[in-house]
């Protein structure tokens, strides 16, 4: 057994009420996993939402917290390996260092806002070779959603020149890294925030910032940067809020993906546009990369050949210890990137 400490609640509340540092006890690796030394946390909106009972619901409680870390290799499980088997570039030597990929680590029983984790092998993920421990925390949620969405939206290395793909709130976490990957793949891109102060920031990142934080300003905002043609891809986490101005700026043809909801669940649509203009509209979860036979290898393929363009921005880091303070400073929406927990 190894005894570890880990972030985690009994009830629904906010961050700073809700969690607390506790031990747990872990189980030597059985065949297939492994005990990880935590070295750094790539903080999520998921997890501020989760918390707070505003995500999927907690399995059971007490539940843990957290989907995405960069780690050491402590122990590894005997005999032979069974399962999915991780990316081909992951080494699988104590004292090597690995990523964990969100949606294959259970939130619940596991999460990885702890010191000491025990994983399943198949939640591996590579590390960049030129990435410090901070960066590669907070690299494959971004490129799994990202790379993920744009490829449902049609946006591939192989089809983006020439195309136009909008970010919406792109100072997010995700939408840094969509706008990074849209821009390497040669597409033209338009990001919006509700800042002025981060759309200044996001200017040095895309081809067009704007500043949106209706329908109206968003379509105002994507007809002024495209002459009024409109997007070809679009990859929303605003929902609600942002439905009428995306089904307005969109071209003909236009594909739309949600990712979230943040302002809503309920958007009106109008169909007949919808029609006329030609447009597809997907929903994408970090979990379709997993049912989608070779879609997972592509990804990884995607995140590690465009490792150095898709760069995560650090916000900030932040103590482990200081988790739910953390939090409540994403919840606040003030940064810009990724906020990252050090032990
Ligand atoms: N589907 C999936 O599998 C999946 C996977 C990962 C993440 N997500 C979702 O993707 C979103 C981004 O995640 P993240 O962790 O990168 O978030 P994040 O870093 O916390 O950024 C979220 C940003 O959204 C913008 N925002 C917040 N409320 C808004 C509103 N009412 N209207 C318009 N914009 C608003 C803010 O940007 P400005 O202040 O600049 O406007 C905020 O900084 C989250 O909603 C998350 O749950 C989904």
């Given at each position: 057994?190894?005894?570890?400490?880990?972030?985690?609640?009994?009830?629904?509340?906010?961050?700073?009420?809700?969690?607390?540092?506790?031990?747990?006890?872990?189980?030597?690796?059985?065949?297939?996993?492994?005990?990880?030394?935590?070295?750094?946390?790539?903080?999520?909106?998921?997890?501020?939402?989760?918390?707070?009972?505003?995500?999927?619901?907690?399995?059971?409680?007490?539940?843990?917290?957290?989907?995405?870390?960069?780690?050491?290799?402590?122990?590894?499980?005997?005999?032979?390996?069974?399962?999915?088997?991780?990316?081909?570039?992951?080494?699988?030597?104590?004292?090597?260092?690995?990523?964990?990929?969100?949606?294959?680590?259970?939130?619940?029983?596991?999460?990885?806002?702890?010191?000491?984790?025990?994983?399943?092998?198949?939640?591996?993920?590579?590390?960049?070779?030129?990435?410090?421990?901070?960066?590669?925390?907070?690299?494959?949620?971004?490129?799994?959603?990202?790379?993920?969405?744009?490829?449902?939206?049609?946006?591939?290395?192989?089809?983006?020149?020439?195309?136009?793909?909008?970010?919406?709130?792109?100072?997010?976490?995700?939408?840094?890294?969509?706008?990074?990957?849209?821009?390497?793949?040669?597409?033209?891109?338009?990001?919006?925030?509700r800042s002025a102060a981060k759309v200044g920031q996001l200017a040095a990142l895309c081809d067009h910032a704007i500043v949106a934080g209706d329908s109206e300003s968003l379509h105002t905002g994507i007809a002024n940067a495209t002459g009024n043609r409109g997007f070809d891809a679009a990859l929303d986490p605003v929902g609600q809020a942002f439905y009428p101005g995306l089904i307005q700026g969109a071209a003909t043809g236009a594909h739309i993906v949600s990712y979230e909801m943040i302002s809503g669940r309920e958007p009106v649509l109008p169909i007949p546009v919808v029609m006329m203009k030609d447009l597809v509209i997907g929903g994408y979860t970090v979990f379709r990369p997993y049912r989608i036979p070779g879609l997972l290898t592509q990804i990884l393929d995607w995140g590690m050949a465009y490792a150095d363009q898709a760069r995560p921005i650090v916000a900030g880091t932040r103590a482990l210890g200081e988790a739910p303070a953390a939090l409540d400073e994403l919840g606040r929406c003030e940064h810009l990137g990724k906020l990252v927990l050090l032990p």
């Open positions: 057994m190894t005894t570890s400490q880990r972030w985690q609640f009994d009830a629904y509340n906010t961050p700073t009420e809700a969690l607390s540092w506790r031990p747990q006890e872990l189980a030597e690796p059985g065949p297939g996993q492994l005990l990880l030394k935590i070295l750094a946390v790539g903080m999520n909106r998921s997890e501020f939402n989760y918390v707070q009972g505003r995500y999927a619901p907690a399995r059971e409680f007490p539940s843990g917290l957290g989907q995405e870390a960069v780690g050491e290799i402590l122990a590894i499980g005997p005999g032979r390996q069974d399962g999915p088997q991780p990316y081909h570039g992951t080494p699988l030597r104590v004292g090597s260092r690995v990523a964990l990929l969100p949606g294959r680590v259970d939130m619940c029983a596991m999460g990885t806002y702890r010191d000491i984790g025990l994983y399943d092998q198949a939640a591996l993920a590579p590390v960049p070779e030129s990435y410090s421990n901070i960066e590669a925390a907070g690299l494959w949620m971004g490129v799994l959603t990202m790379a993920g969405a744009l490829e449902l939206a049609g946006i591939t290395p192989a089809s983006a020149a020439g195309r136009t793909v909008l970010i919406t709130a792109a100072s997010s976490s995700m939408g840094v890294i969509g706008l990074k990957l849209a821009k390497a793949w040669g597409a033209t891109t338009i990001a919006t925030s």
